[in-house]
């Protein structure tokens, strides 16, 4: 039984050999069969080695020795030519007696030779038009540049006859320094309920505009004000003008920094207006009438009773605060004061001021109305000694520099006048037509513009020898009149000119017209101090 169990159990670990059993690899195959080769080569890499060395070197050098001239034997450049001595010798005498000659002689005095090349040349950078104002056919009636330079004040009315009492205008103003200047939209415009016939720019604050209406209003405006502009009128009063308002100019007052508002009319007044911003009007603080019985004496001025003198033109004395000067519709020229003057020989109409004549020296008249005057800003008289006269007019003219001023009107000639001389120092014939405007050059004393009625700005230069213009500015057709124009203070290269179609043109002047020459000073007092024929 022990053996039977134990056969049985060999049995049961006996080797046995079985069929191996395999199992496929599926993912294998798969990617297998997902997969792709792919080569690439680039083209072989040439590259080359070569070299180079100098096998020889060389330097040199010089230097001068310095070597001992004879100055009696040979002098510094060798021997000398033949003859040379002898010629010398000859010459000198009268060579020495010509130079003592020209050495006294004034023939080249004041000359100073101008080595670079002048240019005449006039281009311009700015038309400016408001579209408003060109529909209505407006004028452009006066330019003004404000003090900073850089603003340009417009005002619009009309320079022709006909009847726009009530015709609405507009002062428009651009600032030429913008980056973005809009030539045909302004910058600020002020609407104004009657045509404009002046602005003037503050001489020291840019936000205010002094301008003088048809209706005879004076209005102030402060640009810095964007709810309400106006800062003062003088309204439809008792004290205002009755007569259209020709110019207006600010006026230095006695307290430094002030200043007021002289306005002229064709109805023979001028009034000076001060400034009251808080009740929003223009007092009356003086008033001045001309009445031609009470001008000064003069052999070519006949009384024809008490009727007044329409005053059209006005200017200031830069030197004498106390003097100002006045043009008449009829011609008149006269020499005025703020101190002197007897009462006027008028009613006092109302007037919280009673006026006073100042008038106290008359020129030899123009041959037409006065439309301009300039004072010159160069040339200024000299007061002579207090004890020797109480009066300007008895003073020996020859014992003063005679202070210089041009005028302009409708016999289209431009006169340049001395404050003590009745006759004119000189005449120049500028256009066949009117002379709206004439003005003097900030930087060139000898250098004056005027606007015509045919269109043209002429450009003149007395230190020429030609009393022709030295520029002429076209802009337009010939039935465009000139009629206004304006210098910039502050950059004096820049000229602005208005014309009857609307239209502003900023003119740039070339060197030649701005930079002031040597000894020009000197020509303009040698003009001043000459004796009219």
Known sequence: MREHFLLRTLKMFADEALDPVTVASVWRKAQQGAQ????????????????VQTRFTASSSTQTEPQEQNLQEGGLGGPDPPGLVDFLKRVEDPVTKELEKNSRSHAFDGYQANWEEGSDHVSLLHSLQHPGAEESGLHVSAVSWSCTGSVIVCAYGRTDDGDWTHQKSCVCLWNLDRRRLRPKQAD???????????VCCHPERPALIAGGLYNGEVVVWDTS??????????GMSADSHREPVYQVVWVPLQKKGDFGVL?????????????????????LNAAYAFVRQQLPHSSSLKSRGSSRVGVSALALSPWDADTFLVGSEGGLLLRCSFSCGPPAAVAPEGRSVAPRAPARFCFRPAGGPVHSLHCSPFHRYRLPPPQTAAVLTRYDPTRLRRNLFISAGTDGEVRLGSLLQADPLLAVRVS??????????????????????????QIFDLARKSLRPAATIRD???????????????????????????TVGVW??????TEQRAEESLRLEQIANQVAE
């Open 36 to 51: 792709h080769s792919r080569g690439c080569q680039t083209p072989a890499v040439l590259s080359d080695h070569a070299g």
């Open 188 to 198: 600020l415009v002020l609407e104004v309920p009657a045509a404009v016939t002046s």
């Open 225 to 234: 004000r964007t709810q309400d502009p106006v800062l003062a009128q003088t």
């Open 263 to 283: 306005s002229s009319s064709s109805g023979g007044e001028v009034l000076l207006w001060l400034v009251d911003p808080d009740q929003g009007r223009l007092v």
């Open 432 to 457: 066949d037509s009117y002379v709206f405007q004439a003005q003097w050059s900030p930087s060139r004393p000898l250098v004056f513009a005027a606007a015509t009625g045919q269109g043209e700005v």
């Open 476 to 502: 337009g057709a010939a039935d465009r009149t000139a009629t206004c124009l304006a210098f910039n203070g502050a950059d004096p290269r820049l000229l602005a000119a208005g014309r009857s179609d609307g």
């Open 508 to 513: 740039l002047l070339s060197s030649d017209l």
